[in-house]
């Protein structure tokens, strides 16, 4: 029988985070002008993926059984 994993809200933060960059990058392409500057959005992804990183570091905590 397979383990059931537990819910792992960093993931859950990583993927939201994904998908809106995602949409970012699509919303440049169909009007450039609409988007920020893509110094913005490198910096804006590097912070979101430090946020998610801090997420999935203080919920591991929580998982971990003794």
Do not use: C
């Amino acid at each position: 029988m397979a383990r059931r994993r537990r819910f792992d809200p960093g993931h859950a933060v990583a993927g939201l985070f994904f998908l809106a960059v995602a949409a970012v990058f699509w919303a440049r392409t169909t009007a450039p002008e609409a988007g920020p500057p893509l110094a913005v959005l490198a910096a804006a992804t590097l912070i979101g993926l430090g946020v998610v990183g801090i997420v999935h570091v203080a919920s591991r905590g929580r998982r971990r059984e003794p």
